[in-house]
């Protein structure tokens, strides 16, 4: 998959690593890589050989937001083609029917921390920082109101999008922000048991999980339990990624998909 603004790649055990490649940019986004990353993970989102996304960045950040430079905003887009907007990007992101892994440096601005929100899990070095400045700006945060409300809570939201302060790296694991907060000499070691307990689990397990969670727009109790009786909400035992799990938990031995 070649291009402009993003790398992608999929390695042997079928994590499929997307990497924002405009570092001399802080990795902002402009219309060329929100196009790139919506066609990048409906290809990918279509690839079974796919088991895990790894979202991460070239450079010193991770994502400085929009590019609102107005340098680089646009090319090669097809004549009459519908943009692709940062809302696009972002429910692409959290709808992706895989586990799905955010490893941030340095700054993750507005739509970055957007895109980390939107991340399954979200690891992050100690030198790391999320903000929300728009309102420095003279501009809502918009589309990531919900987003970042249903990660950070609302009185976490409030503070810092109405302030547009720097959430330092503990802060963000103390909002939720962060699920770990690594370094150079674990990071790796992390990384790679997360993308191994995301490969024991099974294929269609997972992406019904990820449906049940998203048709809970708003988590209550009654909308669990209603969410529970419908079909693909995981709890059926006569799949074939269920047989195979049961056997193999009771044959002590790694499930088939597993990929060692």
């Not at 009459?80 to 696009?88: E, F, H, I, S, V």
């Not at 302030?163 to 962060?178: F, Q, Y």
């Amino acid at each position: 998959m070649a291009f402009e603004t993003i790398l992608a790649e999929i390695s042997p055990r079928g994590v499929a690593t997307i990497t924002l490649n405009r570092p001399d940019r802080g990795n902002a986004f402009n219309a060329t890589m929100q196009r790139e990353i919506v066609s990048c993970l409906a290809e990918l989102a279509g690839n079974d050989d796919v088991r895990v996304l790894l979202i991460r960045a070239a450079g010193k950040h991770f994502c400085a937001g929009a590019d609102v430079s107005g340098r680089g905003s646009d090319s090669g887009a097809a004549p009459g083609a519908t943009p692709a907007t940062l809302a696009d990007m972002l429910v692409d992101i959290d709808r992706f029917p895989k586990p799905t892994i955010a490893l941030v440096q340095g700054g993750a601005v507005g739509g970055g921390a957007g895109i980390a929100a939107c991340c399954d899990v979200t690891l992050a070095d100690a030198q790391a920082f999320f903000s929300i400045p728009e309102v420095r700006i003279g501009v809502a945060p918009g589309g990531l109101v919900p987003i970042l409300v249903r990660t950070m809570g609302e009185r976490n939201f409030r503070r810092y999008a109405l302030s547009g302060e720097r959430i330092k790296a503990l802060d963000a694991l103390r909002v939720g922000l962060v699920h770990e907060i690594v370094d150079s000499a674990n990071c790796d070691a992390v990384l790679d048991a997360l993308i191994d307990s995301f490969l024991l689990g099974a294929p269609g397990a997972q992406r019904d999980t990820k449906r049940a969670v998203a048709a809970l727009e708003v988590p209550t109790l009654e909308g669990m339990k209603e969410a529970s009786h419908k079909p693909g909400s995981g709890h059926t035992m006569t799949t074939p990624d269920a047989l195979e799990g049961i056997a193999a938990f009771r044959e002590k031995r790694k499930p088939n998909w597993y990929r060692g």
